[in-house]
């Protein structure tokens, strides 16, 4: 086990070195031929990113790939305007998220035997990530909830696919994640304004790691050589964050006999990660083939955030359980490619992806909305290369919510915009 977790905590170092990894909960930017047109893929799953998108179809590669690549995310900082349960709670105020650049890292070995029966592999990528961050912490309008939260993750995926008959192929792999979360926030309390601060009560910072373990299978069926029908599933993931180191600082003098000298120790927390399941069907017309996908995250299993300090203290240090109730949402995703030349493949994209946050419940660590993503893509292959690029933009739609209580300091009344594009490049090879 602890070899598996020096291989993951070298994966995270290298996926993650020049930027925090953050934009999204959940990630299917996993593959550029997939992006390109907007990630229905469940039933075409014809590159390495099979193991990912729906793993039966393996047995329709070839010999030995290898493919890498990364998505670039540009992150645009949303926009607030309203009222907040910080300082003055009557008056409206506005803050903007840092803007962030993010990489979403994917990596895929394959083989597939001569007679197309037998295909195995290993998937490297990282299928989900939360992360939001604001600026000035000591005065954000947000400090109390949060100035800053991370969550990476990086899932191996051994798998391999069985090919039944010509109508039928059958994949399944076992997945294992590491995960790192980081969150930072600055406690407030008006009764401690006369002591200085602004009323913080101090920094807080969690920072903890841990893995999990799960599973996922797909089958492909092919009732025509023009059509072709897949489903894909993938268990839910329980990441317990233990041993997670807490430290406090800049604490407010108002509460350091209540912290009885405290200013580091340790906390927990379990992130509940959702089950999908995909459904789509593809069809070829000549040069043209056009794939519909309806795509589940079953987000019910994110029902709370509970995080517990081993040395807490009551008022100023408590434990939390914050309730999340998201509910499971469908995102329906249409693509098309078209086949200019053998080499050349022209690709395009849409997606409807409704939010999994309730009003009553979000957040500034995710102020989600309703999303329109529309992707354009372009393959080129050279030989045994094959190239994959794709650009994505993600109209987020504003949304107002009213959920402030300033009995707990949660929750704010105001309007969120915002949105992002994405870049992605992919670059195989077959052996």
Known sequence: MKGWKMVSVLLVLLFTASTSFAGGFRLPEQGAKAMGMGFAFTAQADDPSAIYFNPAGLTQLQGQNVMVGVTYVRLNGGEFTGTTPVDNVFASKSETQKSLDLFIPNAYYTKTTSDGYLAYGVGIFAPFGLGQEYENIHSSIFRNQITKIDLQTVVVNPTIAF????????????????????????????????????????????????????????????????????????????????????????????????????????????????????????????????????????????????????????????????????????????????????????????????????????????????????????????????????????DKKDRTVNNQNNATLTGFNGTWTGDSWLAGLDVGYNF
């Open 163 to 394: 090919k039944v008959n010509e109508f039928l192929s059958i994949g399944l792999g076992i997945d294992w994640m590491y995960g790192k979360a980081t969150l930072e926030k600055t406690p407030w309390n008006p009764a401690l304004i006369p002591v200085g601060q602004n009323g913080n009560v101090f920094d807080l910072k969690l920072d903890g790691d841990g893995d999990a373990w799960g599973y996922n299978f797909g089958l492909l069926l092919k009732p025509s050589p023009n059509f072709r029908i897949g489903a894909s599933y993938r268990s839910p993931f329980t990441l317990d964050i233990k041993g997670a180191d807490v430290t406090l600082s800049n604490i407010n003098p108002g509460v350091l006999a209540a912290l009885a000298g405290l200013t580091s120790t340790k906390g927990k927390a379990t992130i509940e990660l959702p089950a999908t399941f995909a459904l789509g069907a593809a069809y070829t017309m000549g040069k043209l083939t056009v794939e519909a996908d309806a795509d589940w995250t079953f987000w019910h299993s994110y029902g709370s955030l509970p995080i517990d300090i081993k040395d807490n203290r009551p008022v100023v240090l408590p434990d939390s359980n914050a309730p999340k109730n998201w509910h499971d949402v469908v995102a329906l995703r249409i693509g098309t490619e078209y086949r200019v030349t053998a080499p050349l493949a022209l690709r395009a994209g849409f997606v409807y992806d409704p939010s999994p946050v309730p009003a009553s419940t979000m957040g500034p660590e995710l102020p989600d909305a309703d999303k329109l993503d529309y992707m354009v893509g372009v393959g080129y292959k050279i030989g045994a290369w094959t190239i994959d690029v794709a650009g994505m933009y993600v």
